[in-house]
């Protein structure tokens, strides 16, 4: 190294008197220091918006009080009463309603596709799957309004009874529809993480007698299971962060549901898409909607970290 | 590659097939613009160009976009941008300057007030209206105080209104809506409204009304269908029917105007589309013919606030 | 297990024999069958949507349809015309090379004819039939009256890809070079990578009050594309300095140092010889970038607006307000009083579908081009 440094160094000393050279080494600067530029600009932009996010919705907290916000009932701004507990509960009970409905058959596609299917309904159900996981949520949440609420309103009388209070939206119908959205990308990263399951460890298990369906569950999915949890915790944020999609067939009514199921009620992001048309900003009312948008990225950040919790020990 | 291209070109040749059945051999549409003006006021284009934003209430926005077709005819390099969303959204939306002209059901609040400037537009009028059905047959109108009941969820059953045992489904407004806060004002004394869903699309609303067993909400007079029960108002005086007649008489109180606000210094297009708005030329030939509003200059009885 | 497996030695071997292998079996048929059905439960929604929503969009209108008065529009008209009669030309060209392959040998030289006639279809049939095009994709939306089309919010949609990828693109791509060539201080690449990953976390609603707070209000532009395209860059950016990061670090370090060797700069060696090796990973990286474009409507709604205006229809004008298809849907339920709502939903939702699987469809293509072996496919094929 110490040699060719002189050799690089004679080299600069020679050429940088050139009128070329010194251009270009103006250049270098330039273009060096916008490419840093463009990095300090990602993180000066990332602290902007959780300074500015963190300011109003701290300002909300303080002035309605963490505790009364985040399990209070009653969520009327009109009345200046913030209780987020049945929005709290609404986005949890949504977005878990959608990892069962969803992400696990997900998985358990994803390990069927990985094991057991053949190489061509494999290549053609990714293909399917991947247009899947990119068609806009709003898509899915009209077809949802349009087709799945008059069945779930069917279902909920047969259930409950014709003359029952019971409606085709809430949240059994956000779970399906949620479930439905996130199943495609749960699927495609459950398919990127068993397939990086060693080949040779199946083999190992194939000769020592195990079936298929052993080997699957007692081997792969074992070994994968950061990978396939990792998804499913991906699939769990992205329920909970759904707005547009989820507020078409939730009901909007802003208390915990009547009937669990078939009753109309709220999540955080849907209340705060219908609350923020109408706040003015530096109002208690903007402000607690800030407030509930932290608990929302709170969320994110937990699945995040944990994310990276489960990533960083598959050193293996 | 080629597999997967053929793959695609068969199921959109498929879907496009099909879609030949759609083939659009229908009469050709009106001319979207009505080439021979309501009048000889054509003379109005003067070349302007620009654009006149305006959101909020959607009880009022048959009306803005019975104004706003004739205004672009008249001014052909104006366009005018009309939202929906709700009065208070129209209201914040106006305040904050993100539109010229907010539509609103009700007056804005008092730390509003000063910033902002009230055009009334038209009259409307609002109803209670229910899905009909057997259980409600014999119940032609309700008296305020029963309707406050029903909305504020003390009574939960047509039995206890005269009519056969059904439950009562409340579906409710947005909370931004300004039909909620009329109505809210006017029978409840408030937004005291029991919380249940809210369906905010008065379209969607009807439809909604029409399909679930004992559904009642309400709506501005212009989305009255034969098919829902419209409730008159009973009071010692008898029976009053929501029509032009009894609101400008004043004896059915469900009314609001609707106002435009514009901030104080209104920029000249939205000043004069609300000029367009307020002249005896639309408010005589065009405003009656859209159904549900009432000229301001009919009504003998006036308000000062919600 | 393996006391089972001993015991029974030749069991191993006899499945059949094997204790809990008919319900194995049994569990087996019933995971695949679900994995099958639930793939075709997508398929079958998104054919059925195209199909309901194909014939609105592809109703041609025998009679000339009345130009609106609008700008543009006759630009406007000659480039869907274009769009339509070339997707025409190209599937009626692929069914021939079908048809050819089976029975004979389809040449580069046919291929190459196909192509113009192609080509020749989409310039003359948009010329001759610009009158007579879909109304549904060239008429402008109605609030309350039936008959309103998607034609201002197809260019929205795409003037918004465009506009966001001009911003994403200099800074994403910029990061990244930053982050995986340039990077000085390991803590300051930490602190990039984390902020980042918070940016990636950020709900989506988020991105939409900042940019209404920022720009309709504290800067008073009202609602804009330009805040529209700013916010969705924003979102993308994770997306895309991600990925291109990956691409750049995978390009083969010997290059990057025969080309020191040679003499050039970094800059130079960046410039010239990674970032053109990167390149097709980064472009599929941009690719995705463009179907979140098109997937987002909530930060829309917040800073772009919901109208569409006669005057600035199809302006070039970025400072103006605008729906884009996705916004337009979720509008048109929830707070239009068209009567024919339901087909105008229809219609645009076929039209994101299509979009979308155009998008995905380039992307994969895109992205079998990457690395040493995309440089052999792109000169063999040329």
């Known amino acids: 190294m110490g040699q060719s440094a002189t050799i690089v160094d004679t080299a600069e000393t020679v050429t940088e008197r050139s009128p070329i050279v010194m251009r270009s080494r103006f250049a270098e600067d330039v273009v060096r220091f916008l490419l840093t530029a463009c990095g300090v600009f990602v993180v000066l932009t990332t602290v902007t918006m959780i300074g500015f996010l963190a300011h109003a919705g701290l300002r909300g907290m303080g002035a309605v009080g963490i505790w009364p916000l985040l399990t209070g009932r009653v969520w009327k701004p009109e009345a200046d009463s913030y209780g987020g507990l049945a929005l709290i509960i609404g986005t949890f009970a949504s977005a878990s309603g959608a990892l069962v409905i969803g992400a696990v058959p997900a998985v358990l596609a994803a390990v069927w596709l990985t094991e057991f299917a053949p190489p061509s309904i494999k290549v053609v159900e ?47 119908s956000a779970a399906v529809l949620l479930g439905v959205m996130v199943a495609p990308t749960v699927l495609l990263l459950s398919l990127d993480s068993l397939s990086r399951v060693p080949r ?88 607690v909607l800030f407030s509930m948008a932290l608990v929302l990225l709170l969320v994110s950040v937990v699945v995040v970290l944990v994310t990276r919790l489960l990533g960083r020990q598959r050193l293996s | 590659m080629t597999h997967q291209w053929t793959l695609v070109a068969r199921t959109v040749a498929l879907a496009l097939a099909l879609s030949a059945f759609g083939c659009d051999k229908s009469q050709p549409p009106a001319p979207e613009r009505p080439q021979q003006a309501a009048s000889a006021a054509a003379k109005a284009d003067n070349g302007q160009t620009g654009t006149v934003q305006a959101s909020g209430s959607s009880a ?33 939306d106006v305040a904050a300057g993100a539109v010229q002209i907010g539509d609103s059901d009700i007056f804005a609040p008092e730390d509003l007030k000063a910033q902002l400037v009230d055009h009334r537009v038209a009259v409307v009028g609002f109803a209670a209206m229910a899905n009909k059905g057997p259980f409600n047959e014999k119940i032609p109108a309700i008296t305020i105080l029963d309707l406050a009941k029903v909305f504020s969820g003390a009574v939960t059953d047509w039995k206890q209104l005269g009519g056969t045992a059904q439950p009562i489904v409340v579906i409710n407004r947005a909370p931004g809506s300004g039909t909620r806060a009329v109505f809210g004002s006017i029978v409840l004394g408030g937004d005291k409204f029991v919380e249940s869903q809210t369906e905010d699309n008065s379209g969607a609303l009807v439809a909604k009304l029409k399909q679930t067993k004992g559904a009642i909400s309400y709506l501005a007079l212009s989305f009255a269908d034969p098919e829902l029960r419209v409730f008159g108002i009973k009071s010692d005086a008898g029976v009053v029917e929501p029509n032009a007649a009894s609101i400008t008489a004043g004896t059915y109180p469900i009314w609001s105007y609707e106002h435009m606000y514009t901030k104080s210094q209104p920029t000249t297009l939205a000043k004069q589309f609300l000029d367009y708005m307020l002249s005896p030329d639309f408010q005589e030939h065009t405003l009656p013919n859209v159904k549900g509003f009432i000229p301001v200059t009919q009504m003998k009885v006036s308000r000062d606030k919600d | ?174 990061a990244a070079v930053y982050l995986a060539r340039f990077a000085r201080s390991p803590r300051f690449v930490a602190v990039v990578r984390v902020a980042l990953d918070t940016l990636a976390s950020l709900p989506s609603i988020v991105y939409g009050l900042f940019g209404f707070l920022v720009f309709v209000v504290e800067m008073k532009m009202g609602y804009s594309l330009f805040a529209g395209a700013v916010v969705l860059a924003l979102l993308n950016l994770p997306l895309v300095v991600g990925i291109a990061e990956e691409s750049i670090v995978a390009v083969p370090r010997e290059l990057d140092e025969a080309s020191l060797a040679l003499g050039a700069t970094p800059i130079q060696t960046t410039a010239r010889v990674t970032l053109p090796y990167a390149w097709p990973g980064i472009l599929s990286a941009l690719v995705l970038s463009i179907g979140r474009v098109f997937a987002e409507s909530a930060p829309l709604i917040m800073t772009a607006g919901t109208t569409i205006s006669r005057a600035s229809a199809y302006s070039l004008n970025p400072f103006r307000g605008g729906e884009t298809l996705a916004v337009h849907l979720w509008y048109v339920n929830s707070a239009g009083l068209s009567p024919d709502k339901v087909d105008v939903s229809a219609g645009t939702a076929a039209m994101l579908v299509v979009l979308v699987a155009l998008t995905n469809l380039l992307a994969a293509r895109l992205a079998r081009l990457g690395g040493a072996e995309g440089t052999r496919v792109r000169k063999a094929t040329r």
């Open chain 1, 126 to 172: 990714r293909r399917i799957l991947e247009v899947a996981s990119a068609i806009p949520s709003v898509v899915y949440g009209w077809l949802a309004l349009v087709y799945l609420v008059p069945i779930v309103f069917a279902v909920a009388h047969a259930v409950r009874g014709s003359d029952a209070p019971v409606t085709g939206e809430g949240l059994a």
């Open chain 1, 200 to 287: 040779a460890l199946r083999d190992a298990s194939a000769a020592l007698g195990a079936s298929p369906w052993q080997t699957a569950f007692r081997v792969s999915v074992p070994y994968a299971w950061r990978g396939l949890l990792i998804a499913v915790f991906f699939g769990f944020a992205r329920a909970a962060g759904e707005t547009m999609a989820v507020q078409m067939v939730i009901g909007g009514a802003r208390r915990l549901p009547r009937d669990f199921l078939f009753s109309p009620t709220t999540t955080i992001s849907a209340q705060i898409v219908m609350d923020m048309q109408e706040a003015r900003p530096g109002t208690p009312q903007n402000d």
């Open chain 2, 60 to 92: 009022l926005q048959p009306l803005v976009n019975a104004a706003k077709e004739q205004f672009e005819a008249r001014n052909k390099g104006v366009s005018v941008e009309v939202s929906a969303g709700g009065s208070k959204k129209g209201l914040a």
């Open chain 3, 1 to 174: 297990m393996n006391t089972a497996t001993q015991s029974n030695g030749q069991g191993a071997l006899h499945r059949g024999r094997r204790r809990g292998s008919a319900i194995e079996s049994v569990l087996l048929k019933l995971l695949g069958a679900g994995s099958i059905l639930f793939a075709l439960g997508y398929v079958v929604c998104l054919l059925y949507l195209l199909i309901k929503g194909a014939s609105k969009i592809a109703s041609f209108t025998t009679y000339a349809s009345p130009l609106a008065g609008v700008d543009n529009e006759s630009a406007m008209r000659f480039v869907m015309g274009v769009c339509v009669f070339g997707v025409l030309g190209w599937l009626g060209v692929a069914g021939v090379r079908v048809i050819v392959s089976r029975f004979g040998v389809w040449t580069s030289a046919a291929d190459r004819v196909g192509t113009i006639v192609a080509v020749v279809v989409a310039l003359g049939g948009a010329v001759i039939a610009r009158d007579h095009l879909p109304r549904f994709l060239i008429s402008l939306p109605s609030e309350t009256t039936a008959g309103g089309g998607i034609g201002p919010e197809i260019f929205n949609t795409v003037y918004f890809a465009v506009l966001s990828t001009m911003i994403t693109l200099p800074i994403g791509v910029g």
